[in-house]
């Protein structure tokens, strides 16, 4: 199966930082790939990167076979990115920054957004600077889904959102993976990648070690953590 | 781009609606001062051309505050002057830095839009801005000519307005590149500016020592003053003003496709 997330020996530091130090992964197509890790280990750097958010000082990131520097907007309009802090501007209502979000895709998006504000249980017409964490997480779940991409990141996007959206959140990650999408998914909850995750790797210090099973031992898990010397 | 573009122009409405009738208003009010005032100016007009280098500031030496144009120069033209400035500052100051400084610009940028394609329409909105902040309050300050029964230099008026909006310019587009090296909005670095090059200009005409730099300042060619008195055009002050503009916008676009962004 062809990979549509490729990075190499990728390194970002800031200044005498750590940032991430010689990351290299492969995402293969109808995936769903658990990112783990502690918080600080470098998931969201490494996402950042490849978002072009960051400029990586080392190593190279192709996704979907266009290189991230140089086919920057093309890769976007093929990608959904939910960040950790969904912040949205405060003085919009809640369907003018989906609205907004298509119009800038050139897209209308009007029917996907209308079905997954419905699933997410979603009033629109309030504004962001009313919004809870956890809805505002929401609002950044439909700007993610609505133009149906072909890749999925997620920066642990279940932060905020009560069990029962977590529970949907998933049932449309895999609805939409089962359609041929990949979901690049960073957490550090252990049991969303045992539950839903195809293939994962975990993340310390900076560096990234690849897993042969998402399945982990929570006990194992843990150790991970406790043991800085340890090697995975 | 264009969505960004009526987003920023949207979000910057009312900035421009207090501003605009502020500084326009003020200045319409201050035309329509003149005719309750001309009876006593003749007298002021003397004392005024006579305070040194104090006139010479304020431009009081090289025309008779007792005629409109005189009038207009001293009094609408340090409103206009110091308002638009503070205004084209604010405007600009915090565009960029604003998406770092209030956390949206991840969700900005994670959108199929280069940086480039913001820094264009960023500066676009500050350009359609000042436009309409110029055209709006040159239309407040012909409505006050046009209710007084006086000579007036239409062409004056125009030279004047255009020469500010490009001090106004000069002005967003330094505060424009510190938006676009900052991830902190500087409002009070951006005020700042703008006071201190009107403080620059008008030290300047009172120091003698000072004279032969004005030319750098922003303010030098926009004095209202020199132009209303026929002075010559500065040519040099505004080749500076346009060089620094060109540079302060590329550098705009360098820095912001180069540095980090903050989350």
């Known amino acids: 199966m062809e990979n549509v997330i490729e990075i190499k020996n990728l390194t970002k530091s800031y200044g005498k930082a750590r940032g991430i130090i010689d990351v290299s992964l492969q995402v293969k197509k109808g995936d769903i790939f658990g990112f783990l890790g502690p918080n600080g280990a470098g998931k969201s750097t490494t996402i950042r990167s490849m978002l072009g958010f960051l400029r990586p000082n080392a190593g190279t990131v192709t996704i979907l076979g266009m290189d991230s520097r140089k086919d920057h907007e093309k890769i976007l ?3 959904g990115y939910m960040p950790s802090e969904a912040w949205f501007y405060d003085t919009m209502r809640v369907s003018e920054v989906i609205r907004y979000a298509a119009d800038i895709r050139g897209m209308d998006c009007s029917e996907e957004a209308g079905i997954l504000c419905e699933r997410l249980k979603m009033d629109t017409r309030k504004k962001i600077k009313e919004l809870s964490l956890g809805n505002r997480k929401k609002v ?21 959102l009560d069990p029962l959206m977590q529970r949907t959140f998933f049932e449309l990650i ?22 839903y995750c195809r293939s994962a790797a975990i993340m310390r210090e900076g560096r990234l070690t ?3 099973s998402p399945a982990i031992d929570e006990d194992a898990f843990i150790r991970f953590y406790e043991d800085e010397e340890e090697t995975v | 781009m264009r969505s960004v573009l009526l ?7 009312k900035l421009l609606l207090i501003w605009t009738l502020a500084v326009g208003g003020m200045g319409f009010y201050c035309i329509l001062l003149y005719q309750s005032m001309q009876g006593e100016m003749k ?19 090289t025309l008779s505050i007792a005629t409109l144009p005189g009038f207009f120069a001293t009094e609408v033209g340090t409103i206009h002057g110091l308002g638009s400035g503070m205004f084209a500052a604010l405007v600009s100051i915090g565009i960029l830095s604003k998406e770092e400084d209030r956390h949206t610009g991840e969700f900005l940028l994670a959108l199929p839009l280069s940086r480039n394609k913001v ?21 407040f300050y012909l409505g006050g000519i046009a209710c007084l029964d006086a000579e007036f230099s239409g062409s004056d008026l125009f030279t004047y307005l255009v020469r500010q909006f490009l001090m106004n310019a000069e002005i967003a587009g330094i505060c424009f590149l510190i938006s676009a090296i900052s991830s902190r909005i500087k409002m009070g670095l951006g005020l700042g500016l703008a006071m201190m090059f009107y403080a620059f200009d008008l030290i300047g005409r009172v120091v003698p020592d000072l004279k032969d730099y004005l030319f750098i300042g922003p303010y030098s060619y926009a004095n209202a003053s020199e132009i209303f008195s026929g002075e010559d055009t500065p040519v040099a002050s505004l080749c500076l003003a346009a060089t620094l503009l060109a540079v302060s916008i590329i550098g705009a676009y360098a820095c912001y496709n180069r540095r980090d962004l903050q989350s």
């Open chain 1, 174 to 195: 895999r609805e939409y993976t089962d359609k041929g999408a990949t979901c690049l998914l960073s957490t550090h909850v252990l049991s969303e990648v045992n539950r």
């Open chain 2, 43 to 61: 007298e002021m007009a003397d004392m005024f051309s006579n305070m040194g280098a104090f006139s010479d500031a304020f431009g009081m030496s």
């Open chain 1, 77 to 79: 309009k093929k990608v």
């Open chain 1, 210 to 212: 690849m897993l042969d």
């Open chain 2, 119 to 139: 820094v264009t329409a960023k500066a676009l909105c500050v350009l359609v801005m000042l436009v309409i902040f110029t055209v709006v309050c040159g239309l």
């Open chain 2, 7 to 13: 987003r920023e122009l949207k979000q910057n409405m």
């Open chain 1, 140 to 160: 950044s779940i439909v700007c993610a889904m609505q133009h149906k991409p072909d890749i999925f990141i997620f920066d642990e996007p279940t932060s905020g």
